[in-house]
Structures are given as structure tokens and as C-alpha cells.
């Protein structure tokens, strides 16, 4: 069921935010930059996983992307037209360390030091993650996320680029989606590092956090003044129908607290929730989480980061011996689908959070939708993304009016881009990119934000 007519009636009323609400577009450095090995970058897991047989729809990696690399001055230039106040990307890892540690590489700090200077100039707020997957490859030969140290050089290159940028930098976020990173890079292999470890990957989610609080603690020595966030995908866990049995009611628990609550309760209230569903009843993850880790893990954030696409719909596995307590369904309702498959769901943000803000209360800083966007079919005339940004500022506009502190939203994404292991395939930009030439065209919901934005300002 469509929730607006916006595309087709330019006359109807554009959601309004407060005045100082911070409008934003993301990327991520594999997915856009290109230029893998220039100027000194060192390999990253998503360098290695490409070039496995079959890992990525039709062979696409990203080698070239989008070009960003050498395609900065117009990529600002279309953020500066676009109007907007914040930029979140992310930087790669290996551009910075090319091993992960030890030797900095100047050259790729110069990169992003341009960038900044150019958003700046461009009046534009950069918003930077430190992680978003793309680990240097000399870190996964030594266990990567499974391995602890990995998060104390997380903490360590964070200093490196919080000295370097934090003079004009404010905004920091450290980890993008540490749940999708574990399950589909360290669970199922269906991302770099291509692990299939199943609840094996558990560790990950523990050392990722512990690397969380490193680094905000290493930004905060760093930058005076600093606010520091991270990008959790959350989502709100449904039952597929009324009807659900007993059983469908506990598997949808044990899915919200490894989606969920497994992340964002140790960085808001300390502590990890019961995982007993996982077989797992030693509070220290057999030696996994040690003393102190979760005050590290837990230290106030200037706000959380919320990356949300759909709902999860969850019932009863059919066959518990398969080795998780939950299955993942289809809801029962015809949603629309973003061309990725995805049903189209505003309403689950509001859900999302309006439910984090009962579940958490006071201890749920402010929140940042620093993820929302969808996938839709090549060209220009792009009504569908139009009608899901306005139905998800709808949704969004009801929690704030509910209660929930929102600071800003971030639309995924600016331009089409390398989306994982679709390669090309899916489009999630405002901006078309020309996959073949690198020339970049703006969308109707790119006019359409624009719009928008500059409507919240008159
Ligand atoms: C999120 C990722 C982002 C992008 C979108 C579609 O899970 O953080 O890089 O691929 O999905």
C-alpha cells in the first residue's frame, strides 16, 4: 500500500523538522572509492573476497566504483547543490595503515584530508566512520575480529585519524552495523571475510564493541569537543501473524537479542542480554568478554547511530536441529518491494523507535538515522525512492512526536554504488552513476531532497 502520493503531487506538504535538524547523505569508502592500491593503500578483506569464484554477482568488484578516488571536487559539488549540511562516508582502513598497524601512509591521510577541506568549504559537516568492513587484510591473516588485538588497533589507527582530522572534524562514528559485519562477513560468508562460522562468529560482536570503546575513548583524547556515535542496523522484530504459537513468540525474542540487543545493550546499559537461546549461559563468553570490558563498551555515546531498512518477520525454526532458534519468514501482508526484494515498511521505523526509547528510556542518547534509502530500478524518473523518503520522514516525524530525541537523517545513499555482494546491481542513489563511464546524473529524488531541504530552511 503505497503511503503517499508525493512523486506525482508536488503540491502535497513536505514533512518539517526542527530548524537545527541535520539533513545527510552516507557512503562507505569500498563502495564508492575505487583506486584500491593508489598511493600506497594496502589490500582489505574486500579486495581479497571479490576475486573469489562466485562471491559477487557477475564477478563486479570494486575496483573502480563509483571512481570517487579521483572524482572528489564533483561529488561535493553534487552534495553542495543538493544542499545538505552533513556528509557521512566512511574512511578505509588500509589507505590509512596499509597493514592495519605500525607504518601510517601519508598519502591516504591527504585524501581524506582534501575531502574535509572540500566539504568544509562547501559549507557541509563531514561525519566520518572509521570502520564500515573494509579491515585491512593483514589484520584478517592474524584472526581479524576474531581476533581481540584487532580491536586495540582499531582504537590505535582511530587516534591516527582523529589527530590528523579532528581539528575540523567534530562528528565521529565508529563501527557501521557491527550485527551485519558478524553474521554475514563472519556467520554465513556471504561477505568479506567470507567466514562461515555460524554461532562461531559470536566472538566478533564482543571485540568489535571493545574496539568501539577504544576508539571513542582515543577521538575523545583527541578532539576537544568531539561527539562520537556508531551505526547499529536495528530493526523491529514481528511475528508473521496473529496466529503465532508459543514457540514463534520465543524464537522472535531470540532474534531481537541477536539483531538487536545484543549490540545495543552493552553500549547502553553494560551489560549483554541473556543468550541462553544460543547455548551460551557463561557470562564471559567462555573468556571472550573480560573484566572491564563492558564500562569500556558502555561509556556514554553523544548519540546512536540507526541504520533501518525493514522489519524482520520471525517464526519457529522448522527444524531446530539446523542450529539457530529462529527462522527468518516472509511476512503474511503484500508490501511493496524495493527492487532488492525488500519490503517497503515506514511504519517499522516509527516502531524501531519509539520501542528503543521504552525499552531504554533516559539511556538512549540521541538518535541519528544515519542509514535509510532504497533500492530502485536504473533511471532517472525515481517516484518510488521519492514515496519511500517521504512516506520514512513521515514515520520518522511520528516517533519524534512521540518522544524520541532525533537529531538528523543521513539518506543511503548519494550515488549508486558497489552494494556488497550485488555488485552493481542494486541502485540506491540519488545520483545515477554510469557504472561504464563514471558520469553521474541527478534523479527526481535528488530534486526531490533538495527540495525538501531547502524547504525546512524557508
Ligand atoms: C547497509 C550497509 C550499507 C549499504 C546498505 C544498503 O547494511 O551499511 O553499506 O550497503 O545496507
Avoid at 552533513?86 to 601512509?105: D, H, I, N
Avoid at 587484510?137 to 584487532?150: F, M, P, S, V
Wanted: glycine share 10%; aromatic share 10%; net charge negative.
Amino acid at each position: 500500500m503505497p503511503v503517499t502520493t508525493r512523486s506525482t503531487d508536488p503540491t502535497a506538504p513536505l514533512p518539517r523538522f526542527p530548524a537545527d535538524f541535520v539533513w545527510g547523505a552516507s557512503t562507505a569508502s569500498y563502495q564508492i572509492e575505487g583506486a584500491p592500491d593508489e598511493d600506497g593503500k594496502g589490500p582489505s578483506i574486500w579486495d581479497t573476497f571479490v576475486r573469489r569464484p562466485g562471491a559477487i554477482r557477475d564477478g563486479h568488484t570494486g575496483d573502480v566504483a563509483c571512481d570517487h578516488y579521483h572524482r572528489v571536487d564533483e561529488d561535493v559539488a553534487l552534495m553542495r547543490r543538493l544542499g545538505l549540511d552533513a556528509y557521512r562516508f566512511s574512511l578505509a582502513w588500509p589507505r590509512v595503515l596499509p597493514t592495519g598497524a605500525g607504518k601510517v601512509e601519508p598519502r591516504g591521510l591527504d585524501f581524506y584530508d582534501r575531502l574535509v577541506d572540500a566539504l568544509l568549504a562547501a559549507g557541509i559537516e563531514p561525519t566520518p566512520t572509521l570502520f564500515h568492513w573494509d579491515l585491512p587484510q593483514a589484520l584478517e591473516d592474524e584472526g581479524g575480529w576474531l581476533n581481540r588485538d584487532t580491536a586495540h588497533r582499531f582504537a590505535e589507527y582511530a587516534a591516527v585519524a582523529a589527530e590528523r582530522l579532528g581539528d575540523r572534524v567534530k562528528r565521529w562514528i565508529t563501527l557501521n552495523e557491527p550485527f551485519v559485519h558478524m553474521s554475514f562477513g563472519y556467520g554465513f560468508g556471504v561477505h568479506a571475510p567470507g567466514r562461515a562460522l555460524l554461532l562461531g562468529a559470536l566472538p566478533v560482536a564482543h571485540h568489535q564493541l571493545l574496539g568501539h570503546g577504544l576508539a571513542a575513548r582515543a577521538v575523545r583524547e583527541a578532539v576537544p569537543g568531539a561527539q562520537v556515535l556508531i551505526a547499529n542496523n536495528c530493526t523491529p522484530v514481528r511475528l508473521r501473524s496473529d496466529a503465532a504459537a508459543e514457540g514463534d513468540r520465543a524464537a522472535a525474542e531470540a532474534y531481537d537479542i541477536l539483531h538487536n540487543r545484543l549490540f545495543n545493550d552493552p553500549l547502553l546499559i553494560g551489560r549483554y542480554p541473556d543468550l541462553s537461546a544460543y547455548g551460551m549461559t557463561d557470562p564471559t563468553w567462555g573468556g571472550v568478554v573480560r573484566d572491564g570490558d563492558l564500562q569500556t563498551i558502555s561509556a556514554p555515546l553523544d548519540g546512536l547511530g540507526v541504520n533501518y531498512y525493514n522489519p524482520s518477520w520471525i517464526t519457529a525454526p522448522a527444524d531446530p536441529a539446523a542450529g539457530l532458534p529462529f527462522d527468518l519468514a516472509e511476512p503474511e501482508e503484500a508490501y511493496e518491494r524495493t527492487s532488492f526484494g525488500w519490503p517497503v515498511v515506514p511504519d517499522g521505523l516509527t516502531e524501531l523507535l519509539t520501542g528503543l526509547r521504552a525499552r531504554y528510556g533516559d539511556a538512549l542518547p540521541p538518535v541519528w538515522i544515519t542509514e535509510s534509502g532504497c533500492a530502485q530500478p536504473a533511471g532517472l524518473d525515481d517516484r518510488a525512492r521519492i514515496d519511500y523518503l517521504a512516506g520514512h520522514l513521515d514515520a520518522l516525524a511520528r516517533a519524534a512526536a512521540q518522544g524520541v530525541d532525533v537529531r538528523g537523517y543521513f539518506t543511503w545513499s548519494l550515488l549508486d554504488n558497489f552494494e556488497w555482494a550485488e555488485g552493481f546491481h542494486q541502485r540506491f542513489g540519488l545520483v545515477e552513476v554510469d557504472f561504464a563511464t563514471g558520469g553521474r546524473t541527478p534523479r527526481a529524488s535528488y530534486a526531490w531532497y533538495r527540495r525538501l531541504i531547502a524547504s525546512q530552511r524557508s
